[in-house]
């Protein structure tokens, strides 16, 4: 039973590393939310590519995960990791519960960005809608006078 407690040490490992990852990307979310606010695109587009980097990591950790458990799962042929039924696993399930609340309160926020977000975008496309009707009228009411005479140099003179 001992290369199962070092595969749940493995396991938890992996979790508390999931689980500060996600607080990196609540932060980074949250982060997101005051730059829409403020109108900072620079600065929420960098964020973006930051996050894209966490989630990538988490992508990367879960492979790991669900490797490790798999290979308990087969190695002493149990269909869940909690019938093992030790202290690593009570660790394990805790960091989960962790992680899941961590997760939504960044997804709560994503949401909240991607409302924002296309709120100024709708805005954005008014204004343009706006700038183009108004280029409309203009040409109505002050039309380009047309050339209808060529004029030519002569050169050679």
């Not at 975008?121 to 040409?139: D, Q, Y």
């Amino acid at each position: 039973m001992s290369q199962a407690l070092k595969e749940l040490e493995d396991i938890s490992e992996l979790l508390k590393e999931k689980l500060k990852i996600l607080n990196d990307i609540y932060d980074l979310t949250y982060e997101q939310n005051k730059q829409i606010k403020d109108n900072d695109i620079d600065g929420f587009l960098r964020n973006v590519d930051r996050r894209q980097i966490r989630m990538d990591r988490i992508h990367n950790n879960d492979e790991k995960l669900n490797n490790l458990i798999n290979n308990l799962k087969i190695g002493y042929n149990i269909s869940n990791i909690e019938d093992l039924n030790n202290d690593e696993v009570q660790l394990i399930n805790q960091l989960k519960e962790e992680i899941k609340g961590v997760a939504n309160q960044a997804y709560g926020i994503d949401i909240e960005n991607n409302t924002i977000f296309k709120e100024k975008l709708k805005e954005v496309k008014e204004k343009a809608v706006g700038a183009k009707k108004g280029k409309k009228l203009t040409s109505k009411y002050y039309p380009k006078q047309t050339q209808f005479q060529g004029y030519f140099i002569d050169n050679k003179k």
